[in-house]
């Protein structure tokens, strides 16, 4: 008999009557009581644990749904546009031409401009508060500082890019002689690179701390220098976890949208340099998914849609895996 | 040894750890604009007036953001409402089953839900809340808002739940307490500092989020209540006034950022201090 | 009146396909104290566990056989009803840390929705804070926090925790281990006062602590019930060469 399935039966043998012992009357009466009210708790732990079952589903049933949407509303322009949409590089709506080239193109420039510019400062951060300070005031303060970034609102980052940084930049550009836009790939990139410092931050300061210090010790017995450890043990150690936390900024900024929206100047048209202005995945979502007016439109921009929710997904799924393989050794 | 090598070694060493020093820091600069900036382009705005009165035509001076503060309240109430009771059981799921092959899915789902694009859930809830209701909703904002809610709270429930020693859900189960009354009872009491912070980081996080509101609050001049309507929140109202041409919606939208920056950062900074206090880890 | 209470049969329990507790047959007296002893990752905890389906608790834990209360059969009932009628005490004193002293006594009552009226409380409290001789200890300080006690008296309040609910039996897992020696003695004289209520199940590592509380023993190894007597027989007497090994010290 396996008994290892709780079935929730109730048989006969569990009737208050041969509960009952011999027992004052009054604990006779207290345990019927108790006896009736449990069974009135079998039905609701039965239930509360099929609840629980279907909130998992439900968690499974969203994503699915997200994708499934995803894909069966960009059918028709798939259809209509076939894979060369990805690659077709002039995008106008009114003369029903559809091609993604601009905007992978403008998402690629800015979120990679973007990460190389972040990473000396993220992974600043991850040594300074990871091996030199882990602890003190200051630098609580200044971990806890790097996480507010995280915390302000990408519309706040787009309309402060927009009043203080875009002059900024476009004084920047008059000096170096290009065409004095200001909004444009640029701007985006210094705004996100600001946006995603967090992400990589944090995880490579924990990374960093996970060093084992014979490791460390070790080296500097050999009579290494602080940083001769840093980059010979500490580095090479965490590297794969430094690794992930910057394919997190990554996919952060990837999918960010309002930001960009604000500073990068939207246009559809190829960036001949990193700062003319163009347009990116999400910003041309952002900006023209209520005024499609055709279903091929609207579903070209879902497909970029579907293309950004891939790549993300993909993006973090490499990153967990990294971090859980990390964590585990 | 050459005496020369090793104080250039350690010169190097020290040099590194100053650039360390000065490029960590330099991080706190661009936030500290931000504040500082919009402190100073927003005190000014603020007022009575302009917390209880809805925006003036272009042209006209004053105006203020009450159908945003409103619309945004609501919007995130109602997301909550949604959001809080499924991410918290989704989490006591998870941290009950650790080895189905079902909880299995649902962590990957989790993790995948928390990396999806904001401007994607907007096309999303789109398809699946504006288009079949026929408009664009409050509702089918807060929707959207609660499923990007729900990856948090359900990770910091489960992260919380599992912490928690196995003797305290023995020494319930050994009273025979059943199953929801040993979670409810027992082991959510305990455990509901975490999960509260979880909740208030979901919401510091929403609060500011304008990508899945294109496509589904949408905006409105004017102060509704109706979540069957389109709803005006702060950060739609900042993105819309913002991207303006007009100074006077430019002052509106100084004042709704300053608003919406104190509440998000109140909200983490609050987080922060009843996490130490109560020594959670997230 | 030596009348059965628990009786089991042919009783086998696992961990997926560890095989923990091999063919168990016994029959334990009411109103006795049982101790169950044998070196560590014998099945003797386990075999405790299954008294009152805690086993079952852990992914992956099966078992078969019969296992009976007052020739009901445990595995037919709902555990509700089985963990109402047995009550346990565990290794590390586990009082709910978010309830006070006076809630941690009536936990099983309160949790479960079973209102009381406030006499019934005080006296629930009191009566069961005295049997487990703690009410002179915390009777001023019954709002204050379960944690703020000691070990022992945390593990006390824990036993009347779970006399509180009127069990027939009471299972100890492994009760004193982590007590310092003088809470362990004030445990330990307890069992003879419970006795005259409950039948008391314990599972001990500690040789000398069996025979000192207990009427009868249960000597497991390698998951099997090796021998099972009168306490005073065992330790003076024993049948099996390995319960001989055993009490004399040739392995642990």
């Given at each position: 008999m396996d008994t290892s399935v709780d079935n929730g039966s109730i048989t006969r043998?569990?009737?208050p009557l041969r509960v009952i012992n011999s027992k004052t009357p009054e604990a006779i009466v207290k345990t019927t009581q108790r006896i009736r009210r449990s069974f009135r708790q079998i039905r609701t732990e039965n239930v509360f644990k099929k609840t629980l079952v279907i909130m998992g589903i439900i968690m499974v049933l969203l994503v699915l749904g997200i994708l499934l949407t995803l894909i069966v509303q960009s059918l028709p322009s798939i259809k209509a546009l076939g894979p060369k949409y990805l690659w077709s590089r002039v995008w106008d709506p009114v003369q029903d031409i559809y091609g993604a080239w601009p905007f992978l193109l403008g998402t690629l420039l800015s979120s990679f401009l973007a990460l190389i510019i972040s990473i000396p400062f993220s992974i600043a951060v991850a040594i300074f508060l990871g091996e030199y300070h882990p602890s003190g005031w200051l630098p609580n303060l200044l971990k806890n500082t790097v996480e507010l970034i995280a915390a302000v609102p990408s519309v706040i980052y787009g309309f402060w890019g927009l009043a203080v940084l875009v002059p900024i930049v476009r004084n920047f550009e008059t000096h170096i002689g290009v065409e004095p836009v200001g909004v444009g790939i640029f701007s985006s990139s210094l705004i996100l690179a600001v946006m995603i410092i967090p992400y990589a931050a944090s995880l490579g300061r924990s990374m960093i701390q996970m060093v084992p210090s014979p490791l460390k010790e070790a080296a500097y017995g050999l009579g290494a220098t602080r940083w001769e450890v840093i980059r010979s043990v500490v580095l090479p150690y965490t590297k794969s976890g430094l690794f992930a936390g910057i394919l997190l900024s990554l996919g952060r900024a990837l999918g960010e949208t309002m930001a960009v929206t604000m500073v990068i100047g939207n246009t559809s048209i190829i960036p001949k340099n990193i700062f003319a202005p163009g347009n990116t995945m999400a910003s041309v979502i952002a900006n023209e998914f209520t005024e499609a007016d055709k279903a091929v439109y609207l579903s070209a921009l879902i497909e970029l849609g579907l293309v950004l929710f891939l790549v993300t997904v993909v993006i973090n799924m490499i990153g967990k895996k990294i971090i859980d393989r990390f964590t585990n050794e | 040894m050459n005496i020369g090598s090793v104080k250039y070694r350690i010169g190097k060493s020290y040099g590194f750890q100053i650039l360390t020093t000065v490029l960590a820091f330099a991080c706190v600069i661009p936030l500290l604009a931000i504040l500082f900036f919009i402190i100073k382009a927003g005190i000014t705005k603020i007022n009575w007036h302009f917390l209880v009165n809805v925006p003036k035509p272009v042209g006209e001076a004053g105006g203020g953001i009450a159908n945003a503060l409103v619309g945004s309240i609501i919007i995130i109430v109602v997301a909550s409402i949604i959001a809080v009771p499924i991410g918290i059981l989704a989490g006591i799921y998870l941290s009950e089953n650790r080895k189905s092959r079902l909880a299995y899915w649902c962590r990957l789902s989790v993790d995948i839900l928390q990396g999806v694009p904001s401007i994607v859930i907007g096309i999303v809830a789109y398809f699946w809340l504006v288009k079949p209701l026929g408009g664009f909703s409050a509702l089918s904002g807060s929707v959207a808002l609660a499923i990007m809610m729900l990856p948090i709270i359900v990770r910091s429930t489960e992260e919380t739940l599992k912490l928690l020693p196995d003797s305290l859900k023995e020494a319930a189960f050994a009273l025979g307490m059943p199953f929801h009354r040993v979670i409810f009872k027992v082991i959510v009491p305990v455990g509901i500092s975490g999960i509260l912070s979880g909740v208030m980081l979901s919401v510091a996080r929403i609060t500011g989020e304008t990508a899945p509101l294109l496509f589904t609050a949408f905006g409105n001049p004017y102060l509704s209540t109706n979540i069957t309507k389109p709803m005006h929140s702060l950060p739609l109202l900042i993105f819309n006034y913002a991207t303006s041409p007009y100074n006077d919606w430019h002052d509106l939208a100084w004042g709704a950022s300053l608003i919406l920056l104190l509440w998000v950062l109140f909200l983490n900074i609050f987080t922060k201090l009843i996490t130490r206090k109560w020594k959670v880890q997230l | 009146m030596e009348s059965t209470i628990i009786k089991s049969r042919d009783f086998n329990a696992s961990f997926g396909s560890n095989h923990v507790v091999k063919n168990v047959n016994i029959d334990i007296p009411r109103n006795h104290v049982i101790a169950v002893m044998g070196p560590?990752?014998?099945g003797k905890t386990t075999y405790l566990r299954c008294i009152n389906r805690m086993h079952e608790l852990i992914p992956g834990a099966t078992s078969s056989g019969e296992m009976k209360i007052n020739d009901e059969n445990i595995y037919e009932m709902h555990p509700i009803f089985v963990r109402l009628k047995i009550g346990m005490v565990f290794q590390r004193p586990n009082p709910f840390p978010n309830l006070s002293i006076y809630d941690n006594v009536i936990a099983g009552y309160k949790l479960n929705g079973i209102k009381l009226a406030k006499a019934d409380r005080d006296r629930i409290v009191e009566h069961s804070l005295t049997r487990v001789a703690l009410w002179n200890e915390v009777k001023d300080s019954l709002t204050k926090k379960g944690s703020f006690l000691s070990g022992g008296q945390q593990q006390r309040l824990c036993i009347a925790r779970a006399v509180a609910m009127e069990p027939e039996v009471l299972l100890f897992d492994e009760p004193t281990s982590a007590l310092d020696p003088i809470s362990t003695s004030t445990v330990e004289e307890l069992f003879h006062e419970l006795k005259t209520n409950y039948t008391l199940i314990i599972v001990t590592h500690n040789m000398q602590q069996a025979a000192r509380v207990s009427d009868k023993t249960a000597f497991f190894y390698l998951g099997e019930l090796v021998e099972y007597d009168e306490t005073k027989t065992m330790f003076t007497n024993p049948k099996d060469n390995r319960t001989q090994n055993y009490i004399t010290g040739r392995f642990s």
């Open positions: 043998s569990d009737t | - | 560590s990752g014998c």
